[in-house]
Nanobody, 127 residues
Framework: QFKLVESGGGLVQPGGSLRLSCLVS????????IGWFRQVPEKGREGVLC????????YYEDSAKGRFTVARDNAKNMVYLQMNNLKPEDTGVYYC????????????????????WGQGTQVTVSS
């Protein structure tokens, strides 16, 4: 059984930084791709980026390029989402997830491809 737990969210001023963590269990963090998604009430859950041990980072949100990056800590079985120069439109609940079946090896920005999710962590960017 896969389990993912996000942490690190909070309130930050525009231009600030946050590092979100995704602790996984039930598999090794470098075995499968890990996607990061943001959910806001009016838009639903949307892909931000995905990390693969084989293909690197795939960005699904243009505004995240140059500001967000991902790192893995295989010893701790953690994936980190580093978010810099945050903007009010980055506000939302952030989820990490793992696709299902053979999709676990391929990055996707479609939340329907993901079977396992964490509980989410709230990020609020506001002055």
């Amino acid at each position: 059984q896969f389990k993912l737990v996000e942490s690190g969210g909070g309130l930050v001023q525009p231009g600030g930084s946050l590092r979100l963590s995704c602790l996984v269990s039930g598999f090794r963090v470098d075995d499968y791709v890990i996607g990061w998604f943001r959910q806001v009430p009016e838009k639903g859950r949307e892909g931000v980026l995905c990390t693969s041990s084989y293909d690197g980072i795939s960005y699904y949100e243009d505004s995240a390029k140059g500001r967000f990056t991902v790192a893995r800590d295989n010893a701790k079985n953690m994936v980190y989402l580093q978010m810099n120069n945050l903007k009010p439109e980055d506000t939302g609940v952030y989820y990490c997830g793992v696709p299902g079946g053979k999709g676990r090896y391929y990055c996707s920005g479609n939340p329907s491809d993901y079977d396992d999710w964490g509980q989410g962590t709230q990020v609020t960017v506001s002055s």
